[in-house]
């Protein structure tokens, strides 16, 4: 069964800078099969689309986050990662990677000065 991991959260002060990655158990899956998002959810809120990339590289973003988040996919590495730039405190959530019906189990990030 394929597991999606997320990793590159944490720490950082209003203004900054982080990459988050998913990556795949399973030597078979290949995220440019698929369109994979990135949803987040925020203490006390629903959990919301931020960001989500087809397998023909098509991409599509939150509002509040155009021009900020890119998302972007590495075939060679099958890694999808999310670059978030400008980060405010409102960014301030679990981060999850979604492919159909697997889900990672979230990283946080926690914007704060």
């Known amino acids: 069964q394929v597991q999606l991991v997320e990793s590159g959260g944490g720490l950082v002060q209003p203004g900054g800078s982080l990459r988050l990655s998913c990556t795949a158990s399973g030597s078979l899956f290949r995220f440019s099969l698929y369109t994979t998002r990135w949803y987040r959810q925020a203490p006390g809120k629903q959990r919301e689309l931020v960001a989500s990339?087809?397998?023909?590289?098509?991409?599509n973003y939150l509002d509040s986050v155009k021009g900020r988040f890119t998302i972007s996919r590495s075939n060679t590495q099958n890694t999808v990662y999310l670059q978030m730039n400008s980060l405010n405190v409102e960014d301030t959530a679990v981060y999850y990677c979604?492919?159909?019906?697997?889900w990672g189990q979230g990283t946080q990030v926690i914007v704060s000065s």
């Open positions: 979604n492919v159909g019906i697997i």
């Open positions: 990339i087809t397998s023909g590289v098509s991409t």
